[in-house]
């Protein structure tokens, strides 16, 4: 088992005491899942991914991650699950005047010491490996070139090779297709889903686009405002519980399921 929550309140930092990014979440994740999180903006995909990467504390409840609750650890000991983790936010952590070879073997920072980190910076210390990551995504001619010098979606197909140089036992990826085109986000969507299938890694995906949850991801966790809605299947998910989900939100986005039935969008398979 990855991940188990039961019960599970969260909230972020200097958030009032009734606001709660999460309510009452309880799941069940096994290790090599590959799950879809939909929902509208605001939903608490997000925060749901914080929280299993151990990065917000729940307020009450509780969460297991490989069969330990990290909270209930000393620091060096959830700093070494969190090892164990990779968490792939929307807009990667590139600092801009890096070049690119680096901000991909940083994605081995956490099986680093200080001296390996640093020395990494100077003499990047396995540009093969970087390279070969970076092939996965068409980008290995940009090995050398400088993060300020990518495109928005070349920024996140770099953030996603940073992922394949880990030693990580879970991809946790927040909207990593908003800048790409159609093409390439069924391409990036495969690349992840082979990697982690290949070493057994569990995989979650929040997705602003429900077709590609639908058509990618065996199993499908809709949240709105902090709660599940639906933990299912996608085959047994229907137009109408999409619908559903999306009804009335407060917010801009809706699922392009929206503009015709599931079974008349062209949706490539991935």
């Known amino acids: 088992?990855?991940?188990?929550?039961?019960?599970?309140?969260?909230r972020h930092n200097g958030a009032a005491?009734?606001?709660?990014?999460?309510?009452?979440?309880?799941?069940?994740?096994?290790?090599?899942?590959?799950i879809a999180l939909i929902g509208p903006s605001g939903a608490g995909k997000t925060s749901l991914l914080h929280t299993l990467a151990c990065a917000l504390k729940p307020d009450s409840g509780s969460i297991d991650v490989f069969g330990n609750d990290p909270w209930q650890r000393t620091t060096a000991e959830r700093h070494a699950m969190r090892a164990r983790l990779f968490l792939a936010p929307q807009t990667p952590p590139l600092p801009p005047r890096q070049r690119v070879?680096?901000?991909?073997?940083?994605?081995?920072?956490?099986?680093?010491?200080?001296?390996?980190?640093?020395?990494?910076l100077i003499y990047p210390s396995d540009p093969v490996a970087a390279f070969d990551a970076l092939a996965r995504f068409n980008l290995q001619d940009k090995l050398y070139a400088r993060v300020d010098r990518l495109s928005g979606g070349e920024r996140q197909r770099c953030g996603m090779a940073r992922a394949l140089v880990s030693n990580a036992?879970?991809?946790?990826?927040?909207?990593?297709l908003?800048?790409?085109?159609?093409?390439?986000?069924?391409?990036?969507l495969t690349v992840l889903q082979q990697e982690a299938q290949a070493r057994k890694a569990t995989l979650i995906c929040s997705l602003h686009q429900v077709e590609l949850a639908r058509a990618c991801f065996p199993r499908i966790i809709?949240?709105?405002?902090?709660?599940?809605?639906?933990?299912a299947a996608s085959a047994d998910i229907s137009d109408a519980m999409i619908?559903?989900?999306?009804?009335?939100?407060?917010?801009?986005?809706?699922?392009?399921?929206?503009?015709?039935?599931?079974?008349?969008?062209?949706?490539?398979?991935?």
């Open 178 to 188: 908003s800048a790409l085109d159609p093409t390439l986000s069924v391409q990036t």
């Open 101 to 120: 070879v680096n901000a991909v073997l940083a994605g081995r920072l956490p099986q680093w010491s200080v001296w390996q980190a640093v020395r990494s």
């Open 17 to 34: 005491a009734s606001s709660f990014a999460l309510r009452d979440v309880s799941l069940s994740i096994a290790q090599g899942e590959q």
């Open 1 to 10: 088992m990855t991940f188990l929550l039961q019960h599970l309140h969260a």
């Open 169 to 176: 036992e879970a991809f946790l990826v927040d909207e990593p």
């Open 222 to 231: 809709a949240l709105r405002d902090g709660q599940v809605v639906f933990d």
């Open 243 to 270: 619908d559903v989900l999306y009804r009335n939100s407060d917010h801009a986005e809706q699922p392009t399921t929206h503009s015709a039935p599931i079974d008349h969008v062209v949706v490539p398979r991935c």
